[in-house]
């Protein structure tokens, strides 16, 4: 069966530091993505980042990138020089069996302090 | 700019009432989908519809029904509201092709006594 599992409930970072958040995923399909959403208090969705199954080189959108290994089945979200707005809850997610449907991962809440 | 917008941010509804979640997305996109979202268990799919009139079922769509007579609007009905069902309601839309993100509104948080 298709599962994401984030394994940090909860992460701390110092505001100008990097922080990696954790995401394994396990499927037999050969084609799928993977995709990171930020939630903040207010509570919407926003797409961080994407990297495709046949994607050669990792997914970068500015201070957002998305570290891939496939053999691993790993799809870590690394954010550079972290800032005070960036505390959220953070969600992995893939597609499935070539379909548009996502299953979610429970979620890592970051918080930044000063 | 892209947008979803959900009828209500908040609602309190009684055991045994018929509830409907409405949501309107303007960027034509032909997926529509509803998720629950509850403490340690992320978003959970309820129903997904792909194109006007079709509908698929989510992993949990026990208790909830879905209507979608127009491309822009995806219907959430609660038939008999139950405390079980106490959660926050998020809508997404997003284009045709498994590569393609999903857009949210800002999520109903249904509250059932």
């Known amino acids: 069966a298709q599962k994401i599992t984030q394994t940090q409930p909860g992460m701390f970072v110092q505001e100008k530091e990097a922080v990696t958040l954790d995401c394994t995923y396990d499927?037999?399909?050969?084609?799928?993505?993977l995709f990171w959403y930020k939630q903040p208090s207010s509570g919407e969705m926003i797409f961080l980042i994407y990297?495709?199954?046949?994607?050669?080189q990792n997914a970068t959108e500015g201070r957002y990138s998305l570290n891939f290994q496939k053999a691993r089945k790993s799809a870590n979200l690394v954010i550079s020089a972290s800032q005070l707005g960036d505390s959220a809850m953070y969600f992995c997610?893939?597609?499935?069996?070539?379909?548009?449907?996502?299953?979610f991962g429970t979620g890592t809440r970051l918080q930044v302090f000063p | 700019d892209v947008k979803v917008t959900q009828s209500s941010r908040y609602l309190v509804k009684r055991t045994g009432e018929k509830v409907f979640l409405e949501c309107v997305q303007d960027?034509?996109?032909?997926?529509m989908f509803w998720y629950r979202q509850d403490p340690g268990l992320g978003l959970r799919l309820i129903y997904f519809?792909?194109?006007?009139?079709?509908?698929e079922k989510g992993d949990i769509p026990e208790g909830y029904s879905v209507s979608r007579e127009k491309k822009e609007r995806f219907s959430l009905i609660l038939e008999s509201a139950s405390t079980n069902q106490t959660s926050m309601y998020l809508c997404?839309?997003?284009?045709?092709?498994?590569?393609?993100?999903?857009?949210f509104g800002p999520g109903t948080r249904l509250t059932v006594t």
């Open positions: 960027m034509d996109h032909e997926n």
């Open positions: 499927t037999s399909d050969p084609s799928y993505g």
């Open positions: 997610a893939m597609s499935l069996d070539n379909t548009d449907k996502l299953i």
């Open positions: 997404a839309s997003s284009l045709a092709g498994e590569s393609y993100e999903q857009y």
């Open positions: 519809s792909y194109d006007v009139k079709m509908k």
């Open positions: 990297q495709g199954s046949y994607d050669q």
